[in-house]
């Protein structure tokens, strides 16, 4: 598994797309979107403010003040980038003294999985970095590894650091106090209502109400 993987599987996605549009047939994006598609709606979480909920949750734990990381995608996802887009705002917004001191570019979703020593190296020296206040990992990658050098470091326990989904490693790390908060979603409700709402259109035509139907 490594990066260029990644970036086949979405040329791939985008292949099987277009098959779908000459085809006529009816589709359904989920927790990620593509723009300018006939898709019949979008399903899944509302990235923006997701981005959004994050920087309110950093601004409050660093009440107000300090230095924040951003750890984002290098992927073209139109999710991971809102995802940042919403945090960024929110800072400039309503926490004008949280500084961005430092944005790290991820080549892939799969380079932590490929290399977790490498993604393990890459939060250690995130964390040697001087007046680090805060870390926020928009793709939720580096969470575990970050989670477990700041229960190694004393010196790191008043580090914030948010992220996104819920998982068995993310559950331990928010148990034990090491990452601050995570933003889950709700995969079930997702599918469900993707299947839900490709069912009422094929059985009777009826169109989706809202081109993005938002959930958790």
Avoid at 154 to 177: F, K, M, S
Avoid at 202 to 210: I, M, R
Wanted: charged share 25%; hydrophobic share 35%.
């Amino acid at each position: 598994s490594n990066p260029q993987n990644w970036q086949n599987f979405l040329q791939s996605a985008c292949r099987n797309l277009e098959h779908l549009e000459s085809a006529s047939l009816p589709f359904i994006t989920m927790n990620d979107d593509i723009e300018h598609s006939t898709r019949l709606c979008y399903v899944g979480p509302h990235s923006l403010q997701s981005g959004r909920v994050a920087g309110e949750l950093m601004g409050r734990f660093l009440r107000g003040k300090g230095r924040v990381v951003l750890i984002r995608n290098g992927i073209k996802s139109l999710d991971y980038e809102t995802r940042a887009v919403g945090f960024t705002k929110k800072m400039r917004e309503d926490f004008p003294h949280v500084s961005l001191a430092l944005t790290i570019t991820l080549a892939g979703s799969e380079e932590v999985e490929a290399d977790p020593e490498r993604a393990f190296s890459l939060c250690e020296e995130l964390f040697r970095l001087t007046q680090i206040d805060g870390i926020y990992d928009a793709t939720s990658r580096l969470l575990p590894f970050l989670g477990k050098l700041k229960a190694e470091k004393e010196a790191l326990q008043t580090t914030v650091i948010i992220g996104h989904e819920l998982n068995d490693q993310t559950r331990a790390c928010l148990l034990n106090g090491t990452v601050t908060a995570t933003l889950s979603q709700d995969p079930f409700s997702q599918g469900y209502t993707v299947v839900r709402t490709l069912a009422d259109y094929l059985q009777e035509k009826k169109l989706p109400d809202f081109d993005k139907l938002y959930s958790r």
